[in-house]
């Protein structure tokens, strides 16, 4: 059986989770361009409307909160019901909370794994039993680099991330059968609002116009992994395949968290 064929404008509509802002924002355009219908979703519906007003008859506001799984599943059938199946579906809502493990917060960790994990399972239960019906769609979900191991100050969001690039890993495995293509999108540092309270060193970091047009390429092929910048991620990728003990030394050290507290 060959990999399920990405899907195309033709055979729906797009649905793009977190398109308020950042790397959803930028992806609006790209899609348009390429001939998508696009249902966009966030909390913020004021964005979401002004979003929808710029490319009228093209792009369609549901504004959604993605921890609430009745509210996420109610939105999916009343997308269906107004523009025709989901051809190809972006999860790409998340929220980046850096904690501090000297005084971590229960609510920062609680509220990134329901965000991120539990928003993406709530969009998944969702779609996948349509999708499996039709043998047919595509399935994208926005992880990050950080999914590859572990990294100072991202101890929720990396764990997040992790788990969802296993939970499309898993994904791809079990929807092939039914022609559903599954990809991962495993970006290094993008420009975004999301970023603004990360103190972090962040190399390589591209625009969000950039990260768009990646991950729109990407979408457009089979393979299961959409990553950006390669330099950055790839050399990520080098590091975390050593052994353990050596790449928490080297990440150690390269974070400057070898160094005594203040
Ligand atoms: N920026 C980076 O360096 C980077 C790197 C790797 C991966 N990523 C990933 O890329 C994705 C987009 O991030 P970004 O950088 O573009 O961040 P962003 O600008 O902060 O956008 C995050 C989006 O998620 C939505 N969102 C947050 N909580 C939500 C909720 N409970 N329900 C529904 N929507 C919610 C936000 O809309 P509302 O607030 O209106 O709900 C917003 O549209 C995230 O999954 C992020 O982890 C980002």
Known sequence: MSTPEPAKP??????????????????????????????????????????ADKHPG????????????????????RIEADHGPI?????NAGVYISINAESPSFEDYARTFDVNLKGAAACVCALTPRMCERRSGQIVI??????????????????????????????????????????????????????????????????????????????????FEITFPKRFTWALKLIYALPRDWHIALVRKQTGWNKPPE
């Open 10 to 51: 033709i055979d729906g509509v797009c649905w793009l989770t977190g398109a308020s802002s950042g790397i959803g924002e930028a992806l609006v355009a790209d899609l348009v361009n390429e001939g998508w219908r696009v249902a966009i979703s966030a909390r913020s519906e004021d964005k979401l409307k002004a979003l």
């Open 58 to 77: 093209k792009v369609f506001a549901y504004a959604v909160d993605i921890t609430d799984d009745q509210a996420v599943a109610e939105t999916v059938t």
């Open 87 to 91: 051809a190809r579906a972006v999860l």
């Open 142 to 223: 926005v992880s990050s680099a950080t999914a590859f191991g572990g990294m100072p100050t991202s101890t929720a969001y990396g764990a997040t991330k992790a788990g969802l690039l296993n939970m499309a890993e898993g994904l791809a495995i079990e929807l092939h059968r039914y022609g559903v293509l599954v990809q991962c999108v495993t970006p290094g540092f993008v420009d975004t609002p999301a970023q603004d309270d990360n103190a972090f060193p962040k190399p390589f970091m591209v625009s969000a116009e950039i990260a768009a047009a990646r991950i729109c390429k990407g979408m457009g092929r089979k393979g």
